[in-house]
C-alpha cells in the first residue's frame, strides 16, 4: 500500500517543526499528485481501444 501524500508531507513538518526547520515554502510547492491505480482488466481495455482508433485511423 502507499501512503497519502498528505500523510508524508504532515510528517515532514512536524520533523522540521522539531527541528527549527522552515520547510513550508518547499512543501507548498510540490505539485498535487494523481494517485490512479490501473487494474489488468483496465489495461487490456485501454490497449484495445489503442489498437481500435489506430485501426479507424489507418482506413
Not at 522540521?16 to 489495461?43: C, F, K, M
Request: charged share 15%; proline share 5%; net charge negative.
Amino acid at each position: 500500500t502507499s501512503t497519502p501524500a498528505e500523510g508524508v508531507q504532515e510528517l515532514l513538518r512536524q520533523i522540521a517543526d522539531e527541528n527549527n526547520l522552515d520547510i513550508r515554502s518547499q512543501l507548498d510547492a510540490i505539485p498535487a499528485i494523481q494517485n490512479s491505480v490501473v487494474t489488468p482488466v483496465q489495461q487490456v481495455a485501454a490497449a484495445q481501444n489503442s489498437r481500435l482508433a489506430a485501426l479507424r485511423h489507418a482506413t
